[in-house]
């Protein structure tokens, strides 16, 4: 299998890349604790391909797609200067989000985009993520060098999450 990660701009094609894994992995993530009528409708109502392309269309947030036999496993969001509360004064924080699609979940798809993932948020202090707790991409975060730093919710139907926290640039 061909794996490969890289920069996506916000366009048609890159959004219905990333709503394809978005609408998998949100149902596959929340299956077990929310509803199947609750999900479909946070899915139809929630999910809004005009707000992305403008979202993405920030210069602050970057798109990184996975993609195996160029069809879209998994991708990582990162928002420069996103903090949350634990964030200490004068640090450059950066936010980014981590999907890898649980049946293409594999230690080459994950290296492939944290790879990437890693080499963009360079410029940082501190790069976070907001993480729910059976998330199985959790171990590998940890794996990698981020550490919780605080229990948390996330998502759209606030589940148990951990913020995680992994320092790039000691000053």
């Known amino acids: 299998m061909d794996i490969i ?16 894994i978005i609408d998998s992995s949100v149902y596959t993530l929340h299956k077990e604790f929310v509803s199947e009528e609750d999900i479909k409708k946070y899915i139809q109502h929630e999910i809004d391909p005009r707000k992305m392309i403008n979202d993405l269309n920030d ?10 036999d160029q069809k879209p496993i998994g991708y990582s969001i ?13 640090k450059r924080a950066t936010e980014i989000s981590f999907v ?5 979940d594999s230690p080459e798809a994950r290296q492939s985009l944290w790879k990437k993932c890693r ?27 981020f550490i919780a730093v605080e229990s948390s919710k996330t998502g759209p139907f ?10 790039i640039n000691k000053s």
């Open 59 to 68: 210069l602050s947030n970057q798109l990184i797609m996975t993609y195996a």
């Open 119 to 145: 080499s963009a948020v360079s410029f940082t202090d501190i790069i976070w993520i907001n993480i729910l707790d059976h998330d199985l991409l959790s171990g590998f975060l940890k794996e990698s060098g």
């Open 100 to 104: 890898i699609l649980s049946e293409f």
């Open 158 to 167: 606030q589940l148990p999450s951990h913020i995680l926290e992994m320092e």
């Open 78 to 90: 990162i928002k420069s200067g996103s903090l949350h509360p634990g964030i200490p004064e004068g």
């Open 5 to 20: 990660s890289k920069f996506t701009v916000g366009s048609e094609e890159g959004i219905s890349d990333l709503i394809t």
